[in-house]
């Protein structure tokens, strides 16, 4: 035998040596989950360790992360009920949850690299990600919508927008409504190839945002398809993305691969919420070591491509890589 592959992995410091993905907390993107109210911590049920915060709570959180070495966080908002309609109105208030959310976070953590997902879902009443006209999501009137709501986060102080909507267009309107004010320091980070995808299921719990008629499948991409994906891609580049997303991540690796060798802009997975509830669930069951999962799922979607990872895991990730 001229070729003993052990070699390498013959011990812990061997191994170190020739590890070629390595995980560090700057790799984190946090989501966090906001709500009104002062000193609120809710469980949010089907994500066990996960929680939706009121701005107090917010802030405090986002000092923590900051001080565990994660540097951004993506920031959702639970809308009440009465505001919602289906043009999304509440989105665009300049006094909304989200906005007084992205000042209170750069008051507290200047350095925080904010971003926030634009999308109608959390707004609208009928928890779709577009304004809804019989049975349609349009797409031209969303997108003007879209463009309003980020120049408006852009207003409250956040770093980076983050379109999870998939409309056609989004992109580009967004850049150049930015543009046209001025904000030519706020990136945009798309989801650019987002699935219709089952795991996003205890997200909508969590924000009270599943879909009141139909689903998301004439605007989230079909499962079935990866060329699809690098098309979407492509032209969130051309259309002005800093980021671009692939998403969820997990069963969608193959989608990374294969748009990381395509673009030259940084990659982000998200980690999404139904992938964490799994990991959760089994490891309740005592069918799963959580922590080494948690460890060998992240390292996979860097493996795999991904310069950035939204995930319900960044602080566990965090305390397990010490
Ligand atoms: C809103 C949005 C969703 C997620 C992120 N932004 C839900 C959806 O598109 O239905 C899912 C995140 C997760 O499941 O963790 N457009």
Request: charged share 25%; glycine share 6%; net charge negative.
């Amino acid at each position: 035998m001229i070729r003993r592959n052990r070699i390498l992995r013959t011990s812990p410091a061997i191994r170190a040596m020739v590890a070629e993905t390595i995980l560090t907390p700057a790799d984190f993107i946090a989501p966090l989950f906001i709500t009104e109210g002062a000193h609120v911590k809710e469980e949010i049920a089907s994500m066990p360790g996960y929680y939706r915060y009121s701005l107090d709570n917010t802030v405090q959180e986002a000092r923590e992360l900051w001080s565990m070495g994660i540097r951004s966080v993506l920031l959702f908002i639970k809308c009440a009920d009465e505001l919602k309609d289906n043009e999304g109105t509440e989105a665009v208030n300049p006094d909304g949850l989200m906005q007084r959310a992205i000042k209170a976070i750069k008051d507290a953590v200047p350095e925080m690299v904010v971003m926030t997902d634009v999308a109608l879902d959390p707004y609208s009443s009928y928890g779709h990600d577009g304004i809804v006209k019989g049975q349609e999501i349009v797409n031209d009137a969303t997108v003007e919508v879209l463009a309003r709501m980020s120049l408006n986060h852009a207003k409250a102080g956040a770093d980076f927008v983050a379109p999870s909507d998939m409309m056609d267009g989004r992109i580009l309107a967004i850049r150049n409504l930015l543009e046209a004010h001025n904000f030519d320091k706020v990136g945009i980070m798309a989801y650019s190839a987002k699935y219709a995808s089952c795991f996003y299921g205890p997200f909508r719990d969590a924000l009270d945002s599943a879909p009141g008629f139909g689903d998301k499948k004439t605007y989230q991409m079909d499962y079935a398809n990866a060329r699809e994906a690098i098309k979407e891609t492509l032209m969130d580049v051309e259309e002005g993305a800093d980021i671009v997303m692939v998403k969820p991540a997990l069963a969608y690796l193959d989608i990374m691969r294969q748009i990381k060798d395509r673009v030259t802009v940084p990659v982000s997975a998200y980690h999404v919420s139904g992938e964490y509830a799994m990991v959760k669930a089994a490891a309740r069951m005592g069918w799963l070591n959580e922590e080494k999962a948690i460890l060998e799922i992240l390292t996979s979607i860097k493996r795999a491509g991904a310069d950035l990872i939204a995930t319900y895991f960044a602080k566990d990730a965090v305390k397990l890589l010490g």
